[in-house]
């Protein structure tokens, strides 16, 4: 599974915002809608919280794609 780290300067990033930022989703309103359908995974485990706040070392999965957070 390809994986892209995605570093942050902040305490932590929503995940809505942190699928935006890293290009999973192009909009935000798209990035809500994935995440209220469950098809977002944060540590391995389904999310339908838009606004989890995630933090370096948590895992971001989504269609395949995973995004580790420093």
Excluded: H
């Excluded at 930022?21 to 339908?48: M, P, R, W, Y």
Aim: aromatic share 2%; proline share 3%; hydrophobic share 40%.
């Amino acid at each position: 599974m390809p994986e892209n780290k995605i570093k942050i300067t902040t305490e932590f990033i929503k995940l809505d915002a942190l699928l935006k930022f890293a290009s999973l989703a192009g909009t935000g309103g798209e990035a809500k809608q994935l995440i209220q359908d469950g098809e977002v995974l944060v540590n391995g485990e389904v999310c339908t919280m838009r606004g989890k706040k995630i933090r370096p070392g948590d895992k971001v999965e989504l269609d395949g794609q995973e995004v580790i957070v420093e």
